[in-house]
């Protein structure tokens, strides 16, 4: 088991993989989704220890992505984001997500806003 659930969270029910993690001189980063009670699905982001993935060295106690789009409030399975993989871009990470279990969309995040969080910030 590397992570689990946080009760009192935005992730305090059930947590699950996104992508492949990236790289980084800090550690791998993790795109990750969670949900609540209220069964809201969101983005969440980890840093794992580069020689020992199982160690997290960071995690954000905010989620980085929540519905709030149409699509990811009404679809198929409404309050729902998550993510199945992302490209690494010279300055951002592109994080590719379901919304409501109907549509597949595309959410960028500059390395530069990252930049504190992979130092532990």
Same mark, same amino acid.
């Given at each position: 088991? &590397?992570?689990? $659930?946080? $009760?009192?969270? *935005?992730?305090?029910?059930? &947590?699950?993989?996104?992508? $492949?993690?990236? @790289? !980084?001189?800090? +550690? *791998?980063?993790?795109?990750?989704? +969670?949900?609540?009670?209220?069964?809201?699905?969101?983005?969440?982001?980890?840093?794992?220890? #580069?020689?020992?993935?199982? @160690? &997290? #060295?960071?995690?954000?106690?905010?989620?980085? #992505?929540?519905?709030?789009?149409? *699509?990811? #409030?009404?679809?198929?399975?409404?309050?729902?984001?998550?993510?199945?993989?992302? &490209?690494? !871009?010279?300055?951002?990470?592109?994080?590719?997500?379901?919304?409501?279990?109907?549509?597949?969309?595309?959410?960028?995040?500059? @390395?530069?806003?990252?930049?504190?969080?992979? @130092? +532990?910030?």
């Amino acid at each position: 088991m &590397i992570m689990r $659930p946080r $009760p009192g969270t *935005w992730e305090s029910v059930r &947590i699950g993989a996104g992508g $492949p993690p990236f @790289k !980084t001189d800090a +550690g *791998w980063l993790n795109f990750y989704h +969670g949900y609540n009670e209220a069964h809201v699905y969101c983005l969440g982001l980890a840093l794992h220890d #580069l020689h020992d993935p199982a @160690k &997290i #060295l960071n995690r954000q106690d905010e989620p980085i #992505l929540c519905p709030m789009a149409p *699509w990811e #409030l009404f679809g198929d399975v409404p309050n729902v984001v998550f993510t199945c993989g992302g &490209i690494e !871009t010279e300055t951002d990470y592109l994080i590719y997500y379901g919304g409501g279990d109907h549509v597949m969309a595309v959410a960028s995040v500059s @390395k530069e806003d990252i930049a504190a969080f992979l @130092k +532990g910030g």
